[in-house]
């Protein structure tokens, strides 16, 4: 990589102020910062003192085998106990948790924390049945649907490391996680609802357990929940129904607890820039982390607000911000089991209308999709309930972040842009709504606790207005704590970059502006070179999206004889574009260099139907890249939808 920073080139100059009423009454405000950087393990601390702990701390942090972290060092609570039962002791057993949406219209159900307590005791008795224990490994391979909360709670409550594979996932890819974390039982079901049609799920856990057996690694039982009622291979050896084993249990469950320390589960990242890395996530400090970040970055009143988000439990934003840091909150939330568009386009919509949700946090990738479409759907729903958004997984381009809000804010709500990763286990870039004004594009500023800044090739910090590595100066409660099984990759991974500082370096470019505020660029390794300026694919795919016939935009360098590395660019169109005319393509490329400059002009646009994805909604560059490169694609087992390549491949030779 040269010497030469990122080139900073776009500018953004809108900027919106907290809501006054949100400010004045706000969880979190600016005095939180300085006292938190004054004495980072006392702020830390009196975070822990959210939880419920059976046994208090010795002591905040362990630091002295970097990069192996300890949090609240001989303290001991447990997980399950701390999302569920403490609310019903504290008298709210008769809040709603669950607003269950299911894909089938009619199809909804509500659980009261009571009833979630019931659930999870039951659950956690019949695993204990099936011989889990303490530490044993459990895969759930589930749909969106209530007993996949109440699956992983089950097994938070025995202290046994959930695995939580994506619904979406092929056998292979199930197999590969079984065998990698030795899974002792799979929970799933008979299959779920997608875009109005069953589809199954048991047949993919009965391969991926013949694929484990022949590399000499058995299942011991599978536990199967009947959702949609489709037919299924029945092994009874190994599989259990969960109406039999489950609902006919005992609601009374002892809850043991735990060191702080004990794995509480094994995420695996979402693949986009390569294989999938196996993140081990412990008890103490990551519920520590979600709980105050939760309540922090989304002023959650829990009595008042209704939470929505929209992600799935596959990935690490599902376990974060859908079971373990509202739950721990308290909080009542709308969980969708279908995609956004079924029965019909504005099913989002619909459920946001119905239940009055309040806080609403996506992806960028969904609110593209919603341009694309057209603002007439959304505008056809009451969407005044709702105060405050949040955006993640991607940067939201600020063409995006104006849509959002305006369609979906009604210009009152204002945005948080979380960045993080699963690695961070939380959130540790983003606005405060009460406190940061927010500037379209930008994650704005580090979270109090949170030590985290852009620097230079030798690990300086950057002055404002530079470009550089998104790093984080100091360990955090939720940080991962290795990879699982390999404590050398965990080291060479995140830590051998800046090793001489002791940062944490997971890959993402950034730059500060003039202000200080933190604009994330895109991968690191996605950064091109074009005639020895480093370009962004962030900022060139902002400036596409910006030009009112795109609605999404992918940028990836690819290999030229003359300025090194070419842009390449991949973008789709806004419904009401429709092909866009004769000129598209050289009116995008004008317009890039209008909006940054010639240097940025995209050698090559297509015009694509859709882009590759991961299922978390990410876009997979690299896949781009062997195709603007002529090259056989690479692995595409995270892929949400595995067409799209034959897709993009097939309309590029047939010059569409
Ligand atoms: P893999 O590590 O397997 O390649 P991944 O990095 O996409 O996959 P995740 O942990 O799901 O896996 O995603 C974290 C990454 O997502 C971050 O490193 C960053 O690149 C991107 N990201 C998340 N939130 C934001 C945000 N608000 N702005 C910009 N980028 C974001
Ligand atoms: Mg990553």
């Given amino acids: ?132 224990g303490s530490g044993d490994r459990v895969a759930i391979y589930m749909p969106m649907i209530p007993e996949a909360v ?18 979406g996932f092929s056998s292979d890819a199930l197999a590969s996680r079984l065998v990698d974390c030795g899974a002792k039982v799979v929970v799933t079901s008979d299959g779920g609802y997608r875009r109005g049609a069953p589809s199954a799920l048991k047949p993919a856990v009965d391969e991926a357990r013949a694929k484990a057996a022949a590399q000499d690694f058995e299942v011991e039982h599978v536990l199967v929940v009947r959702r949609t009622g489709q037919d299924v291979a029945w092994d009874d050896a190994v599989d259990v129904w969960w109406h039999d084993a489950v609902a006919g249990a005992s609601t009374e469950h002892t809850c043991e607890f735990f060191d702080a320390e004990h794995p509480l589960y094994v995420m695996y990242t979402s693949g986009t820039t390569g294989k999938p890395k196996g993140i081990l996530h412990t008890t103490g400090g990551y519920l520590v982390g979600t709980s105050f970040t939760h309540d922090a970055v989304f002023d959650l009143k829990r009595d008042t607000d209704v939470y929505w988000c929209t992600a799935d439990i596959g990935w690490v934003t599902g376990h974060s911000y859908i079971v373990y840091g509202p739950l721990a909150n308290g909080a009542t939330q709308v969980m969708y089991e279908g995609t956004p568009d079924a029965p019909f386009k504005g099913r989002w919509w619909q459920i946001v209308q119905d239940y009055k949700v309040t806080i609403f946090y996506t992806a960028p990738t969904a609110i593209r999709t919603f341009m694309k479409q057209g603002r007439e759907i959304p505008d056809g729903f009451d969407l005044s309930s709702l105060r405050l958004l949040g955006s993640v997984g991607e940067s939201i381009n600020p063409e995006a972040y104006m849509w959002y809000r305006e369609v979906i804010g009604g210009e009152r709500c204002p945005i948080v842009d979380t960045w993080w990763q699963t690695e961070t286990g939380a959130i540790m870039i983003s606005p405060l709504p009460g406190v940061t004004a927010g500037k379209p594009g930008s994650a704005m500023t580090p979270l109090p606790g949170i030590e985290a800044d852009v620097v230079d090739e030798a690990g300086e910090s950057v002055p404002n207005g530079s470009g550089g590595y998104l790093v984080v100066k100091g360990p955090w409660p939720s940080m991962l704590r290795t990879l699982w099984g390999d404590d050398d990759r965990y080291v060479e991974t995140y830590w051998s970059r800046f090793r001489k500082q002791g940062y944490y370096f997971a890959g993402d470019g950034a730059k500060k502006d003039e202000d200080g505020a933190i604009w994330l660029l895109g991968r690191v390794d996605d950064v091109m070179n074009v005639s020895g300026h480093r370009l962004s694919t962030t900022e060139i795919e902002s400036a596409l999206v910006s030009h009112p016939k795109v609605a999404e935009a992918a940028v990836v360098g690819a290999a030229d004889e003359t300025t090194g590395q070419a842009v390449c660019a991949f973008v789709i169109l806004r419904d009401s574009a429709g092909d866009g005319g004769e000129d598209i393509v050289e009116e995008l490329r004008k317009h890039v260099a209008k909006e940054i400059g010639a240097i940025a002009k995209p050698r090559q646009i297509m015009v694509v139907p859709e882009l ?35 897709l993009i491949s097939s309309g590029l030779q047939s010059g569409k």
């Fill in 1 to 132: 990589m040269s010497e030469e920073t990122l080139s900073n080139l776009s500018r953004e100059d809108r900027s919106f102020e907290p809501p006054a009423e949100l400010a004045a009454a706000a969880n979190v405000t600016a005095e939180a910062y300085e006292r938190a950087a004054a004495d980072p393990e006392a702020f830390w601390a009196e975070q822990a003192g959210r939880l419920s702990w059976e046994r208090e701390w010795d002591q905040v942090l362990d630091w002295s085998n970097p990069p192996f972290a300890k949090w609240f060092v001989g303290g001991r609570l447990n997980a399950a106990y701390n999302c569920v039962d403490r609310h019903v002791e504290a008298g709210r057993g008769d809040t709603v948790a669950l607003h269950w949406v299911g894909e089938p219209e009619a199809d909804t159900r509500d659980l009261t924390y009571a009833q979630l307590q019931d659930e999870v005791n039951r659950a956690a008795n019949a695993l204990t049945a099936l011989g889990v």
């Fill in 150 to 167: 109440v699956a992983m709670l089950a097994c938070a409550r025995l202290g046994a490391p959930h695995t939580v594979v994506f619904g």
């Fill in 612 to 646: 590759p994805k991961t299922r978390s909604g990410k876009i997979m560059r690299r896949l781009l890249k062997d195709v603007a490169e002529n090259r056989q694609v690479g692995d595409v087992t995270t892929l949400a939808d595995s067409s799209v390549m034959d």
